[in-house]
């Protein structure tokens, strides 16, 4: 587990968050919550938990209903920022002689894996993007 402290000590001044390989938990230093509004004081919301040591936020944040707390500040991505990300992903796997990827377990709509997922003539040909419970490329 990465702790708030150490995190505060690496980058006092800038909001870090990390996600455990699990998908599960974030880690957290003290100017991330304070972008996200997340204090000692606020609640853990229904099915998700910030960590706490006595009382004090300890850096981890444990499922996601609170992870999307985390997450509120941040820059929304497009569409179009999501497909060039995806291609890029294509592309690289590609270099190196993979030509299949398969996406997170679920989209969160048919539009949305068929937007992410779709055709692009900057992808590299013979190449496939799946995601899981939905038509995709």
Same mark, same amino acid.
Do not use: W
């Given at each position: 587990?990465? &702790? ?5 000590? +690496?980058?006092? %001044? =800038?909001? $870090? ?10 880690? +957290? =230093?003290? &100017? #991330?919550?304070?972008? #996200?509004?997340?204090? %000692?004081?606020?609640?853990?919301? @229904?099915?998700?938990?910030? *960590? ?9 944040? *444990?499922? @996601?209903? #609170?992870?999307? $707390? ?6 929304? /991505? ?7 990300? $995806? ?7 590609? !270099?190196?002689? $993979?030509? /299949? ?6 989209? #969160? ?16 040909? *013979? ?7 939905? /038509? /995709? !490329?």
């Amino acid at each position: 587990m990465l &702790a708030r402290a150490a995190m505060d000590q +690496a980058a006092p %001044d =800038n909001p $870090v968050l990390v996600m455990n390989a699990s998908g599960h938990f974030f880690y +957290a =230093n003290s &100017a #991330a919550f304070a972008a #996200a509004g997340v204090t %000692d004081d606020t609640p853990d919301p @229904p099915g998700g938990v910030f *960590g706490r040591t006595d009382g004090r936020l300890n850096g981890t944040i *444990g499922e @996601p209903p #609170a992870m999307m $707390v985390m997450l509120g500040p941040l820059p929304k /991505s497009t569409p179009q920022d999501i497909s060039a990300g $995806v291609n890029q992903i294509l592309t690289a796997a590609a !270099r190196r002689g $993979v030509t /299949s990827v398969r996406g997170p377990p679920r989209a #969160a709509s048919p539009e949305s894996a068929s937007t992410h997922c779709s055709t692009s003539s900057t992808a590299p040909p *013979g190449s496939r993007c799946g995601c899981p419970r939905h /038509s /995709s !490329r």
